[in-house]
Protein backbone atom coordinates (compact mmCIF):
# COMPACT_ATOMS: atom_id res chain seq x y z
CA UNK A 1 0.00 0.00 0.00
CA UNK A 2 1.29 3.46 -0.82
CA UNK A 3 2.73 4.89 2.30
CA UNK A 4 -0.02 8.39 2.91
CA UNK A 5 1.64 11.96 2.45
CA UNK A 6 2.49 14.19 5.39
CA UNK A 7 2.87 17.99 5.14
CA UNK A 8 5.12 19.00 7.91
CA UNK A 9 4.83 23.44 7.30
CA UNK A 10 7.46 24.18 9.92
CA UNK A 11 11.02 22.95 11.42
CA UNK A 12 9.81 20.30 13.97
CA UNK A 13 12.81 18.17 15.83
CA UNK A 14 15.27 16.57 14.68
CA UNK A 15 13.98 13.16 15.98
CA UNK A 16 10.20 13.71 15.16
CA UNK A 17 11.69 14.24 11.53
CA UNK A 18 13.86 11.47 11.35
CA UNK A 19 10.67 8.90 12.26
CA UNK A 20 8.73 10.68 10.24
CA UNK A 21 10.55 10.21 7.23
CA UNK A 22 11.07 6.71 8.23
CA UNK A 23 7.33 6.05 8.05
CA UNK A 24 5.73 8.60 6.09
CA UNK A 25 6.65 10.13 2.72
CA UNK A 26 7.19 13.76 3.84
CA UNK A 27 7.12 17.31 2.55
CA UNK A 28 9.02 19.34 4.93
CA UNK A 29 8.86 22.87 5.24
CA UNK A 30 12.54 23.18 5.78
CA UNK A 31 12.87 27.04 5.76
CA UNK A 32 10.64 26.98 8.76
CA UNK A 33 8.81 30.05 7.35
CA UNK A 34 5.03 31.09 7.71
CA UNK A 35 2.50 29.77 5.01
CA UNK A 36 -0.55 31.72 4.07
CA UNK A 37 -4.11 30.76 3.78
CA UNK A 38 -3.60 29.76 0.15
CA UNK A 39 -0.26 27.72 1.00
CA UNK A 40 -2.77 25.61 2.77
CA UNK A 41 -5.15 25.35 0.50
CA UNK A 42 -3.05 24.31 -2.22
CA UNK A 43 -1.07 21.85 -0.20
CA UNK A 44 -4.17 20.25 0.79
CA UNK A 45 -4.46 19.38 -2.76
CA UNK A 46 -0.79 17.66 -2.46
CA UNK A 47 -1.29 15.24 1.20
CA UNK A 48 -3.11 13.12 3.23
CA UNK A 49 -1.68 14.59 6.17
CA UNK A 50 -0.59 17.91 8.04
CA UNK A 51 1.34 18.68 11.10
CA UNK A 52 0.89 21.73 11.87
CA UNK A 53 2.10 23.94 14.58
CA UNK A 54 -0.67 26.87 16.12
CA UNK A 55 0.98 29.03 13.23
CA UNK A 56 -0.82 27.80 10.90
CA UNK A 57 -4.42 28.69 10.67
CA UNK A 58 -7.25 26.74 9.53
CA UNK A 59 -9.84 29.21 9.76
CA UNK A 60 -13.59 28.44 8.51
CA UNK A 61 -12.58 30.21 5.49
CA UNK A 62 -9.93 27.79 4.93
CA UNK A 63 -11.51 24.90 5.93
CA UNK A 64 -14.12 25.26 3.00
CA UNK A 65 -11.66 25.36 0.51
CA UNK A 66 -9.62 22.03 1.57
CA UNK A 67 -8.95 19.26 -0.76
CA UNK A 68 -10.92 16.26 0.10
CA UNK A 69 -7.37 14.70 -0.14
CA UNK A 70 -6.79 16.11 3.19
CA UNK A 71 -7.44 13.78 5.78
CA UNK A 72 -6.09 14.80 9.22
CA UNK A 73 -4.79 18.17 11.04
CA UNK A 74 -2.66 15.96 13.27
CA UNK A 75 -1.58 19.56 15.63
CA UNK A 76 2.26 19.95 17.04
CA UNK A 77 0.20 21.70 19.87
CA UNK A 78 -1.98 21.51 23.00
CA UNK A 79 -4.10 24.68 22.04
CA UNK A 80 -6.35 24.57 18.73
CA UNK A 81 -7.77 27.94 18.87
CA UNK A 82 -6.03 28.13 15.18
CA UNK A 83 -8.05 25.33 13.32
CA UNK A 84 -11.90 26.13 13.14
CA UNK A 85 -12.71 22.55 14.99
CA UNK A 86 -16.61 22.92 13.81
CA UNK A 87 -16.05 23.66 10.33
CA UNK A 88 -13.26 20.86 9.86
CA UNK A 89 -15.61 18.25 11.59
CA UNK A 90 -17.93 19.21 8.59
CA UNK A 91 -15.65 18.71 5.90
CA UNK A 92 -15.01 14.81 7.36
CA UNK A 93 -11.21 16.30 8.69
CA UNK A 94 -9.66 14.78 11.69
CA UNK A 95 -8.40 16.99 14.34
CA UNK A 96 -6.09 15.91 16.97
CA UNK A 97 -3.54 18.14 19.58
CA UNK A 98 -1.06 17.12 21.92
CA UNK A 99 -1.61 17.44 25.34
CA UNK A 100 -0.17 16.37 28.51
CA UNK A 101 3.32 16.30 27.02
CA UNK A 102 3.72 20.22 27.54
CA UNK A 103 2.67 20.85 30.40
CA UNK A 104 5.81 21.28 32.64
CA UNK A 105 7.71 22.45 30.07
CA UNK A 106 4.60 25.47 29.95
CA UNK A 107 4.42 25.58 34.05
CA UNK A 108 8.26 26.32 34.30
CA UNK A 109 8.02 29.30 32.10
CA UNK A 110 5.30 30.38 33.87
CA UNK A 111 7.00 29.76 37.30
CA UNK A 112 10.19 31.69 35.67
CA UNK A 113 8.02 34.68 34.57
CA UNK A 114 6.19 34.88 37.56
CA UNK A 115 9.41 34.91 39.78
CA UNK A 116 11.34 37.43 36.97
CA UNK A 117 8.20 39.71 37.28
CA UNK A 118 8.35 39.75 40.95
CA UNK A 119 11.77 40.17 41.19
CA UNK A 120 12.84 42.78 38.96
CA UNK A 121 14.56 40.64 36.68
CA UNK A 122 14.44 42.35 33.22
CA UNK A 123 15.70 45.95 35.32
CA UNK A 124 18.24 44.05 36.75
CA UNK A 125 19.45 42.36 34.19
CA UNK A 126 19.81 45.41 32.15
CA UNK A 127 22.04 47.65 34.86
CA UNK A 128 24.22 44.67 35.12
CA UNK A 129 24.63 43.89 31.46
CA UNK A 130 25.12 47.83 30.65
CA UNK A 131 27.78 48.55 33.13
CA UNK A 132 25.88 51.28 34.91
CA UNK A 133 25.25 49.09 38.26
CA UNK A 134 27.17 51.85 40.07
CA UNK A 135 25.94 51.28 43.78
CA UNK A 136 24.26 48.89 46.08
CA UNK A 137 22.05 49.29 48.99
CA UNK A 138 19.41 47.04 51.27
CA UNK A 139 16.85 49.53 49.81
CA UNK A 140 17.86 48.87 46.12
CA UNK A 141 15.56 46.79 43.39
CA UNK A 142 13.26 45.47 46.18
CA UNK A 143 10.57 43.09 45.08
CA UNK A 144 7.84 40.98 45.85
CA UNK A 145 8.00 37.80 47.11
CA UNK A 146 6.33 34.87 46.02
CA UNK A 147 6.80 32.28 49.00
CA UNK A 148 4.20 32.17 51.00
CA UNK A 149 1.65 35.00 48.79
CA UNK A 150 -1.40 33.87 46.99
CA UNK A 151 -1.16 32.76 43.37
CA UNK A 152 -4.53 32.51 41.45
CA UNK A 153 -4.74 30.01 38.54
CA UNK A 154 -7.42 30.67 35.94
CA UNK A 155 -7.90 27.13 34.32
CA UNK A 156 -7.11 24.24 36.26
CA UNK A 157 -6.17 21.76 33.30
CA UNK A 158 -3.08 20.02 32.46
CA UNK A 159 -0.56 22.88 32.59
CA UNK A 160 -2.75 24.58 35.26
CA UNK A 161 -2.29 21.46 37.65
CA UNK A 162 1.56 21.76 36.49
CA UNK A 163 2.44 25.11 37.42
CA UNK A 164 0.36 24.39 40.91
CA UNK A 165 2.47 21.68 41.85
CA UNK A 166 5.57 24.19 41.29
CA UNK A 167 4.12 26.77 43.06
CA UNK A 168 2.92 24.40 45.89
CA UNK A 169 6.76 24.13 45.81
CA UNK A 170 7.37 27.64 46.37
CA UNK A 171 5.06 27.76 49.39
CA UNK A 172 2.58 29.77 48.03
CA UNK A 173 -1.29 29.40 48.97
CA UNK A 174 -2.93 28.58 45.53
CA UNK A 175 -6.84 29.46 44.57
CA UNK A 176 -7.89 28.37 41.34
CA UNK A 177 -11.09 29.28 39.27
CA UNK A 178 -11.98 26.70 36.18
CA UNK A 179 -15.72 25.09 34.78
CA UNK A 180 -15.68 22.49 37.47
CA UNK A 181 -14.24 21.85 40.47
CA UNK A 182 -11.83 19.41 40.71
CA UNK A 183 -11.44 16.43 42.98
CA UNK A 184 -10.11 16.52 45.67
CA UNK A 185 -6.64 14.09 44.54
CA UNK A 186 -5.91 16.56 41.74
CA UNK A 187 -6.71 19.71 43.28
CA UNK A 188 -4.18 19.02 45.94
CA UNK A 189 -5.70 21.23 48.89
CA UNK A 190 -6.27 24.05 46.28
CA UNK A 191 -8.87 26.30 47.23
CA UNK A 192 -11.66 26.20 44.37
CA UNK A 193 -13.31 29.97 43.80
CA UNK A 194 -16.83 29.34 41.55
CA UNK A 195 -16.03 32.43 39.60
CA UNK A 196 -13.19 34.33 37.71
CA UNK A 197 -14.34 37.69 39.74
CA UNK A 198 -13.98 35.69 42.87
CA UNK A 199 -10.18 34.17 42.71
CA UNK A 200 -9.29 37.51 40.87
CA UNK A 201 -9.80 39.10 44.77
CA UNK A 202 -7.56 37.19 46.43
CA UNK A 203 -4.67 36.79 43.44
CA UNK A 204 -1.60 38.43 45.10
CA UNK A 205 -0.17 36.96 41.64
CA UNK A 206 -2.29 35.60 38.99
CA UNK A 207 -1.68 33.29 36.42
CA UNK A 208 -3.68 32.62 33.57
CA UNK A 209 -4.17 28.70 31.89
CA UNK A 210 -7.58 28.55 30.32
CA UNK A 211 -7.72 28.01 26.32
CA UNK A 212 -8.34 31.11 23.91
CA UNK A 213 -12.03 30.38 23.11
CA UNK A 214 -15.18 33.24 22.00
CA UNK A 215 -15.50 33.30 26.11
CA UNK A 216 -12.62 33.89 26.83
CA UNK A 217 -11.20 36.43 24.60
CA UNK A 218 -10.34 39.16 26.64
CA UNK A 219 -10.99 37.65 29.78
CA UNK A 220 -8.78 40.09 31.52
CA UNK A 221 -10.47 43.71 30.92
CA UNK A 222 -10.45 47.12 32.59
CA UNK A 223 -13.17 45.55 35.28
CA UNK A 224 -11.42 42.50 35.85
CA UNK A 225 -7.76 43.93 36.51
CA UNK A 226 -9.71 46.17 39.31
CA UNK A 227 -10.59 42.90 40.67
CA UNK A 228 -6.87 42.08 41.73
CA UNK A 229 -4.89 43.28 44.92
CA UNK A 230 -3.15 46.44 44.18
CA UNK A 231 0.26 45.48 42.98
CA UNK A 232 -0.69 42.05 41.96
CA UNK A 233 1.58 40.37 39.22
CA UNK A 234 0.02 38.81 36.46
CA UNK A 235 1.46 35.78 34.35
CA UNK A 236 0.36 34.91 31.01
CA UNK A 237 1.75 31.20 29.41
CA UNK A 238 -1.80 30.18 27.74
CA UNK A 239 -3.04 32.68 24.63
CA UNK A 240 -2.32 36.54 23.97
CA UNK A 241 -6.05 36.95 23.14
CA UNK A 242 -6.56 35.96 26.78
CA UNK A 243 -5.27 39.54 28.07
CA UNK A 244 -7.12 43.11 26.83
CA UNK A 245 -3.65 44.68 26.38
CA UNK A 246 -4.92 48.21 26.54
CA UNK A 247 -6.53 47.48 30.05
CA UNK A 248 -2.90 45.89 30.71
CA UNK A 249 -1.00 48.78 29.69
CA UNK A 250 -3.12 50.91 31.92
CA UNK A 251 -3.06 48.59 34.99
CA UNK A 252 0.62 48.61 34.77
CA UNK A 253 0.27 52.55 34.52
CA UNK A 254 -1.70 52.75 37.92
CA UNK A 255 -0.10 50.41 39.83
CA UNK A 256 -2.78 48.04 39.93
CA UNK A 257 -0.30 45.78 38.45
CA UNK A 258 3.11 45.92 40.12
CA UNK A 259 4.16 43.74 36.91
CA UNK A 260 3.56 41.15 34.30
CA UNK A 261 5.20 38.39 32.88
CA UNK A 262 4.00 37.33 28.95
CA UNK A 263 4.89 34.39 27.19
CA UNK A 264 2.08 35.10 24.52
CA UNK A 265 0.74 38.68 22.74
CA UNK A 266 -2.41 39.26 21.19
CA UNK A 267 0.16 40.02 17.73
CA UNK A 268 2.54 36.97 17.04
CA UNK A 269 5.40 36.88 16.49
CA UNK A 270 6.01 40.58 16.89
CA UNK A 271 4.16 41.27 20.61
CA UNK A 272 3.07 44.34 21.54
CA UNK A 273 5.95 47.07 21.30
CA UNK A 274 4.04 49.63 24.00
CA UNK A 275 4.69 46.99 26.51
CA UNK A 276 8.59 47.48 25.64
CA UNK A 277 8.51 50.85 27.56
CA UNK A 278 7.78 48.94 31.05
CA UNK A 279 10.99 47.33 32.73
CA UNK A 280 8.49 45.57 34.89
CA UNK A 281 7.17 43.34 31.98
CA UNK A 282 9.17 40.12 31.35
CA UNK A 283 8.36 39.19 27.88
CA UNK A 284 9.30 35.96 26.41
CA UNK A 285 8.75 34.84 22.69
CA UNK A 286 5.94 32.39 22.80
CA UNK A 287 8.61 29.12 24.30
CA UNK A 288 6.63 27.77 26.57
CA UNK A 289 7.24 24.34 25.14
CA UNK A 290 10.01 24.86 23.72
CA UNK A 291 12.95 22.67 25.42
CA UNK A 292 13.96 19.62 23.64
CA UNK A 293 12.60 16.42 25.07
CA UNK A 294 9.69 18.08 25.16
CA UNK A 295 9.71 18.82 21.27
CA UNK A 296 10.49 15.81 20.73
CA UNK A 297 7.70 14.52 22.87
CA UNK A 298 5.44 16.44 20.87
CA UNK A 299 6.20 15.97 17.98
CA UNK A 300 5.94 12.06 18.78
CA UNK A 301 2.37 12.76 20.12
CA UNK A 302 1.20 13.89 16.78
CA UNK A 303 2.91 11.04 14.89
CA UNK A 304 1.14 8.78 17.37
CA UNK A 305 -2.11 10.27 16.59
CA UNK A 306 -1.31 10.01 12.40
CA UNK A 307 0.22 6.21 12.89
CA UNK A 308 -3.12 5.29 14.56
CA UNK A 309 -5.60 7.55 12.18
CA UNK A 310 -3.58 5.49 9.08
CA UNK A 311 -3.87 2.33 10.82
CA UNK A 312 -7.71 2.60 10.94
CA UNK A 313 -7.89 3.32 14.79
CA UNK A 314 -9.42 6.41 16.41
CA UNK A 315 -6.23 8.70 17.34
CA UNK A 316 -5.52 9.09 21.09
CA UNK A 317 -6.24 12.85 21.17
CA UNK A 318 -9.01 13.59 18.27
CA UNK A 319 -10.91 15.82 18.85
C1 LIG B 1 3.68 25.48 21.06
C2 LIG B 1 1.50 26.16 22.26
O1 LIG B 1 4.99 25.95 21.05
O2 LIG B 1 0.98 23.86 22.25
C3 LIG B 1 0.56 25.00 22.25
O3 LIG B 1 -0.66 25.24 22.25
O4 LIG B 1 1.07 27.25 22.35
C4 LIG B 1 2.98 26.08 22.22
O5 LIG B 1 3.42 25.47 23.38
C5 LIG B 1 3.15 25.67 19.73
O6 LIG B 1 1.78 25.66 19.64
C6 LIG B 1 3.76 24.66 18.83
O7 LIG B 1 2.96 24.40 17.75
Not at 35 to 59: N, Q, R, T
Not at 269 to 292: E, K
Request: hydrophobic content about 45%.
Amino acid sequence: MKRPTVWIPRRLSDATLERAQADYDCIINWEDGLSSADDLIAMSAKVDAVIPCHSEHFSAEVAAQLDSRLKIIANHSVGVDHCDLPALKARGIAVTNTPDVLSDATAEIAMLLMLGAARRAVEGDALVRSGNWKVWSPSFMVGKQVTGARIGIIGMGRVGRAFAEKARGFGMDIHYYNRSRLDPDLEQGATYHDSIDSVLAVSDFLSLHCPATPETTGLMNADRFALLPDGAVMVNTARGALVDEAALIDALDSGKLAGAGLDCFVTEPGGNPRLSAYQNVFMLPHIGSATVSTRDAMGFRALNNLDAFFAGQTPGDLL
